[in-house]
C-alpha cells in the first residue's frame, strides 16, 4: 500500500512540473523540516561539480554533501587499477554511515545514477528519495558500457589503453557551450577510472530496491549516447520523468532549475 501512495506521489509531482520548472523562492527551513542531501557527480569530474546548486540547497537550510568518488577531483591521488564500480559505491555508503544520515534524498547524475542504484541496492533504509539528473539506468547483470554501442565501446577501450595502459578514460570535452561554464569545468576535469566503465553490476532486484525514484531528463540538447537508454524507462508507471531544457550537465548550466526541482522534496 505504501509502494501505490509513493508512486501516485511521484505522479502528481511529475504532472506538475513535466515541460517547465516554476518559479520556486528559496527560504530557509526550520531544523524540523531540514533535509539530508547526498549528490553524486559523474564521470571524469568531482564533488565541485555541483556548488551552484549544493550553495543554494544549503542557503534553504538543508544539509548538503558533495563528494568526489575516488580517483576523481580532489581525491585523484587514490587511484589504482583497483579502483572500480564497487569502490564508488562504498564511498557514498560509507559517508551515509559515518555522517548517521537518515531520510536521504540521493541524487545521482550521468554515471553517478549508476552509483546511486547501487547505494539503493545496500542500505535502503537510510533513502527517502532517489532522483537520476539524466543518469545512466543499468539493469543487473549490465555494466555502464552496456548503454553504448559497439563502436563507442570499442573506441572507449583503445583510447584507454593508449593513454594509460587501461587505468583510465581520457579526458573528453564537457560538451558545454557557455565558454565560461566550459573553461571552469574542463580545467577541473580528471581521468576516469577505467575499471568502472565494463564492469558488470548485480543488484539482487530492481533499481531503485523499492526507494521512490524520479527522473530528471534533459532534453535541450539531449545527449544522444544514453538517448536509447532513456526510452527504455520513459512512461513506465514506475519511472516519473520531469523534463528540463538543458543539456547533460545540468547542475552547471541550470542550476537555478535544478535546485527548485530538488527543493520539492524537502
Known amino acids: 500500500m505504501r509502494a501505490r501512495r509513493d508512486v501516485l506521489k511521484l505522479f502528481a509531482f511529475a504532472a506538475a512540473t513535466t515541460g517547465a520548472v516554476g518559479s520556486l523562492t528559496v527560504n530557509p527551513v526550520s ?5 539530508n542531501y547526498v549528490l553524486v ?18 542557503i ?6 558533495t563528494p568526489s568518488l575516488t580517483g576523481l577531483g580532489d581525491r585523484r591521488h587514490l587511484l ?28 545521482g547524475h550521468s554515471y553517478g ?15 527517502k528519495q532517489l532522483v537520476y539528473l539524466d543518469a545512466l539506468l543499468v539493469e543487473g547483470g549490465e555494466s555502464w558500457s552496456s548503454a553504448h554501442a559497439a563502436d563507442i565501446v570499442t573506441a572507449r577501450r583503445k583510447a584507454a589503453q593508449e593513454s594509460s595502459a587501461g587505468l583510465t578514460l581520457p579526458v573528453p570535452k564537457s560538451g558545454i557551450n557557455d565558454p565560461g561554464d566550459a573553461a571552469w569545468v574542463e580545467r577541473r576535469m580528471t581521468p576516469h577510472p577505467f575499471s568502472t566503465y565494463e ?14 525514484k524520479v527522473y530528471i531528463d534533459c532534453t535541450q540538447p539531449a545527449l544522444t549516447a544514453i538517448a536509447a537508454m532513456k526510452d527504455k ?8 520523468f520531469i523534463e528540463i531544457k538543458t543539456g547533460h550537465n545540468a547542475q552547471v548550466t541550470a542550476a ?11
Open 31 to 35: 531544523s524540523n523540516a531540514r533535509r
Open 41 to 58: 557527480h559523474g564521470a571524469w569530474v568531482g564533488g565541485w561539480i555541483w556548488r551552484r546548486v549544493s550553495d543554494q540547497l544549503a
Open 60 to 65: 534553504a537550510g538543508h544539509r548538503v554533501f
Open 80 to 107: 589504482t587499477r583497483e579502483t572500480n564500480m564497487d569502490t564508488h559505491i562504498r564511498d557514498i555508503i560509507a559517508l551515509i554511515e559515518i555522517e548517521e544520515l537518515n531520510d536521504v534524498i540521493l541524487v
Open 113 to 127: 545514477g549508476i552509483v546511486t542504484t547501487g547505494v539503493a541496492a545496500k542500505v535502503p533504509q537510510h533513502l
Open 199 to 212: 564492469q558488470k553490476m548485480h543488484w539482487g532486484g530492481a533499481i531503485g530496491n523499492g526507494v521512490p
Open 233 to 240: 524507462y520513459r512512461g513506465r508507471a514506475d519511472w516519473p
Open 256 to 266: 537555478k532549475e535544478v535546485t527548485e526541482l530538488l527543493l520539492r522534496f524537502a
